[in-house]
């Protein structure tokens, strides 16, 4: 069915067509929309049985998933940010135990300085945290990897974090096609538990592991992540076979034939990137696009598949390893077959600096021409920098940075690119 | 089963005898089909009063929900002698996820059991005092709020002595751990400082709380049977020697929880929905002296001179407890 709707509005009525039991929510922007609607569906009892558990922390949300899941329910949580930080402890725990929640991250920046808008540094902070990570480029891919995520996850016994860019996708109102509950159905079975905590068979999980078994613990969840390599397409050829749509997959491509340089990226700035692309084609310009859909486990046939004919590798990440560069562009190098110098990294958008085609058709033709350096922060003011700079050069006592920028720029709401 | 007090002692140690009781009234533990949920061979010290606390307490839970009973567990001693790898001593299923969240992950577990239609099955969460008064608080705090329906039951032993004595919130004070050691003035652990987690919990009205310690199985067994009688958030807060951390004889442990008690440190109460219903009365009350001295953790209130100030301090904590709780007044009968 059609629907013009909300991002999160989508989202929650995917999880919703999962038959989600246990649903725990802690608020945080820009996640609120998706659990607001699943706790009305609740409410209403559209979704009975399930359980909706407003609990006191992101912690505890993940903590009430990882019980609820032990014990046999199919459960989800929803979350961005700080929470995501606040919960990284059970965020590990619920893939060490090998639990298939399913949780939502909203894309957020990390402060401070506190920032509520949109960057990846939330849920790359996690990358290697054991979950699955799904990257929605669209609204549409937003609801579709959730109803791919609880299948991935419950056939795995591993969690899968599905990343929808926070506003920009969480907050767009924009047409969706919304499955019948029977398709649903039909593709996602009923969860059977690998491991499950039942009066009638008892077992003890969580116990302590020494030097004797832990690595291959931690082995086998690697090896079940390079499992989900195989699975993942399988099973979006399934989802299309049902649901008539191309969604999820490990990557996707766009006019990749005869591109000699490709841009990487993860998430809603692939619609910018292929608009500049499409652009800079009609110049004649060999450009092409591989969109990451599955971060982790990353895959790197694919990767190295797809960029086995570029002469140039442009990462455009919403991410920074500060002190090295790229995060995402570590990830591609490793997997390009060509020379690693040959792989340039552009920051952008952190913090929800919006991302233009008019900045991204110049990095573009840099690195066509060849002078794109090795990493650059995209529509970066290096006039405040340099102020910042010289002010600590002169006084000791220079006071807190983000404060000092601000009074720099004087009232700038407006400003976007 | 309703309670009725047993008058049968053992001479000089209170200890209750079961030969003369009718079989219904005989304690859990005096049973031959008692569960041993906590099975023997376990890594736990000996004389571990938090090992004999998690039997007591989980056998009687069991025997309440007709075994039909699911425990999450916080990291500690509890979780560690437990369940050394690839050995588990839980007959019963069992989960340990985190330091912080025992009583989260019990919401959880309660709430998969409603989704599924198992109400017969209960769920119990357990910790020491640092994964509840400490670390797990957040969480316990908000399982209470909530009512979710878990019993979480408190190990108390005052301290962190899994990872080698270290203070707690449930502390007390003048104790010697290895971060409050009593060098120069410093009597050990602050006064004025520590957590009444049983008294928190009393006042988020939830439906029952109660205090007891290993040295007396049958009041500790009573009150997790009446537990169970009830849904929504119950706490039960279980004073459990450590000989380790307290520095008391293996064979000591009954006798310093009941010493506990006697000197009115611990006060052994219960409550129901934010009212206090039931007081365990002092039957011969004791100097706080009797209590610490025993004890190498207060070793050093008793050099040369003795630190009479500290001592009488803790007497006084003592004493506001008993008039607090009515320790001494007339022992009343229970209905």
Redo the contacts between chains.
């Keep these: 069915m059609l629907k013009q709707t909300e991002g999160s509005a989508a989202v929650a009525e995917a999880v919703a067509l999962c038959r989600p039991?246990?649903i725990?929510a802690y608020p945080i922007s820009p996640q609120t929309h998706i659990v607001e609607a699943l706790g009305r569906m609740v409410a209403a009892g559209q979704l009975a049985?399930?359980?909706f558990?407003?609990?006191?922390?992101e912690?505890?949300a993940m903590?009430?998933?990882?019980?609820?899941?032990?014990?046999?329910?199919r459960?989800y949580t929803a979350t961005a940010s700080q929470g995501l930080l606040f919960m990284a402890?059970?965020v590990y725990?619920a893939a060490g135990?090998g639990l298939p929640i399913v949780m939502t991250v909203a894309n957020r920046a990390i402060g401070a300085p506190i920032n509520i808008w949109n960057d990846h540094t939330d849920a790359l902070s996690q990358r290697d945290c054991g979950w699955l990570q799904l990257f929605a480029e669209d609204n549409q891919e937003a609801l579709d990897l959730h109803i791919q995520a609880f299948r991935l996850a419950e056939e795995l016994s591993l969690p899968v974090m599905v990343c929808m860019d926070g506003f920009i996708l969480t907050h767009a109102y924009e047409r969706v096609d919304l499955p019948t509950q029977a398709q649903v159905d039909a593709y996602l079975p009923p969860y059977e538990p690998r491991q499950v905590?039942?009066?009638a068979?008892?077992?003890?999980?969580?116990?302590?592991?020494?030097p004797?078994?832990f690595m291959e613990v931690r082995y086998l969840a690697h090896a079940k992540q390079r499992q989900a390599l195989e699975l993942i397409p399988a099973w979006a050829d399934e989802f299309r076979s049902i649901f008539g749509r191309d969604s999820g997959g490990l990557t996707h491509t766009y006019r990749l034939e005869d591109a000699e340089t490709v841009v990487v990226a993860l998430g809603s700035v692939l619609g910018t990137i292929k608009d500049t692309v499409d652009e800079m084609r009609e110049r004649g310009t060999r450009i092409g696009v591989l969109g990451i859909t599955c971060f982790r486990p990353w895959p790197t046939e694919a990767v190295r598949n797809a960029l086995a004919g570029a002469r140039r590798v442009v990462v455009l990440e919403k991410s920074l390893a500060v002190g090295l560069g790229g995060i995402v562009s570590n990830n591609v190098a490793a997997s390009y077959s060509g020379s690693s110098d040959l792989v340039h990294t552009v920051i952008a958008g952190l913090g929800g600096r919006a991302i233009t085609r008019k900045s991204l058709h110049k990095v573009f033709s840099e690195a066509v021409a060849g002078t794109l350096e090795a990493v650059t922060f995209l529509d970066l003011d290096h006039a405040v920098v340099e102020r910042v700079l010289a002010r600590e050069r002169e006084q000791r006592r220079s006071g807190p940075i983000a404060e000092n920028i601000l009074r720099d720029l004087g009232v700038v709401a407006a400003k976007i690119g | 089963m309703t309670y009725q007090p047993i008058r049968f002692y053992q001479t000089g140690t209170f200890t209750v005898g079961n030969r003369l009781l009718p079989d219904e009234q005989r304690s859990v533990q005096a049973n031959m089909r008692r569960t041993n949920s906590l099975n023997s061979g376990h890594r736990a010290c000996q004389g571990c009063g938090e090992a004999l606390g998690a039997r007591y307490a989980i056998d009687a839970a069991m025997e309440a929900t007709h075994?039909?009973?699911?425990a999450?567990?916080a990291t500690g001693c509890l979780?560690?002698f437990s369940?050394?790898?690839?050995e588990?001593s839980?007959?019963?299923?069992?989960?340990?996820?985190?330091f912080?969240?025992a009583a989260?992950?019990?919401?959880?577990?309660?709430?998969?059991?409603?989704?599924?239609?198992r109400h017969d099955?209960r769920v119990v969460a357990q910790g020491g005092d640092g994964g509840t008064t400490d670390i797990g608080f957040?969480?316990l705090?908000?399982m209470f709020?909530?009512n979710?329906d878990v019993l979480y039951i408190c190990y108390d032993n005052g301290g962190y002595m899994n990872t080698g004595i270290q203070r707690s919130s449930a502390t007390p004070p003048a104790a010697r751990t290895n971060t409050t050691m009593p060098i120069g003035d410093s009597p050990g652990a602050a006064f004025g400082q520590g957590k009444n987690v049983p008294a928190i919990a009393i006042a988020h009205e939830i439906p029952y709380v109660a205090t007891a310690t290993v040295a007396e199985l049958r009041d500790l067994e009573t009150k997790v049977r009446r537990a169970m009688e009830f849904r929504g958030a119950r706490y039960i807060h279980i004073l459990v020697p450590c000989p380790l951390g307290w520095g008391h004889g293996s064979a000591d442990t009954i006798r310093m929880a009941r010493l506990a008690k006697e000197t009115g440190l611990f006060p052994v109460i219960e409550a129901e929905h934010g009212t206090v219903t039931g007081v365990s009365k002092i039957k011969r009350k004791v100097p706080v002296e009797e209590y610490l001295r025993p004890q190498q953790r207060f070793a050093h209130l008793f050099r040369d001179p003795p630190r009479r100030d500290v001592i009488d301090h803790i007497q006084q904590l003592a004493d506001r407890n008993i008039l607090r709780y009515r320790l001494l007044d007339n022992v009343e009968r229970r209905a």
């Design positions: 039991e246990v725990c049985p399930c359980e558990i407003n609990v006191e922390s912690f505890a903590s009430v998933a990882i019980g609820a899941s032990a014990a046999g329910a459960a402890e059970a725990n135990l905590l039942d009066p068979d008892p077992v003890s999980i969580g116990a302590m592991v020494g004797e078994a | 075994k039909q009973l699911v999450a567990n979780e560690v369940t050394p790898y690839p588990t839980w007959q019963i299923p069992w989960i340990h996820s985190l912080g969240n989260a992950v019990g919401t959880g577990i309660a709430a998969a059991m409603r989704v599924k239609g099955v957040g969480c705090s908000g709020e909530r979710d």
